[in-house]
């Protein structure tokens, strides 16, 4: 059971992908209402889920009491691309998505310690594959490295971090500063 709840939780963490294009070919108002509704019929389900235990089956164990990570990605989602420009968001949820999406898997196939180089290459081939639609590499490269350092980081003191807020808000951030710092 545990492989089917992993995989359909994969799933539904890629499925964020169709993010790209919907702000490559319909702009930043566009995707920015498609995330705020989804974020508010997810945030309902999550109530459910909270309240009734709907949807229960596919959350992993210490998430059962807790607000899901879906609603921390959306959140951040909506964050960046309400204040970055194109190449930012994409760069961005690309990372968090396609570069965590990868580490995930490696931790849950209990290989920890190939997570974070993965997630490494993968976020930057990726970043790669959109300099097409204009992420710029070099700032990429800072923002890839950045959201892997940040993904390491699981707890601070007593309070447990959720990598689907600061993995795209950082790498966001990041790009946005390498940018302005190199004039790219």
Not at 103 to 119: C, F, P, T, V, Y
């Amino acid at each position: 059971m545990k492989n089917k709840r992993e995989l359909i939780r994969k799933v539904i963490h890629f499925s964020g992908l169709s993010y790209l294009p919907v702000y490559i070919y319909f702009g930043r108002d566009f995707v920015l209402l498609c995330v705020i509704i989804i974020f508010f019929i997810v945030l309902f389900l999550e109530i459910l889920r909270l309240k009734y235990g709907f949807f229960s089956s596919i959350v992993r164990n210490y998430e059962k009491r807790k607000i899901g990570a879906h609603i921390y990605f959306g959140i951040a989602t909506i964050f960046i691309t309400s204040i970055f420009p194109k190449d930012t968001c994409i760069s961005a949820v690309t990372i968090a998505i396609l570069g965590d999406g990868v580490a995930g898997i490696l931790k849950n196939l209990s290989l920890r310690a190939l997570s974070s180089i993965s997630m490494l290459i993968v976020s930057l081939i990726a970043c790669i594959v959109l300099m097409n639609f204009g992420v710029k590499i070099i700032p990429a490269f800072f923002a890839c490295v950045a959201a892997t350092l940040i993904e390491r980081i699981e707890k601070i003191g007593k309070y447990y971090i959720n990598d689907n807020l600061t993995v795209p808000i950082t790498s966001a951030f990041t790009y946005e500063l390498a940018k302005y710092i190199i004039q790219q």
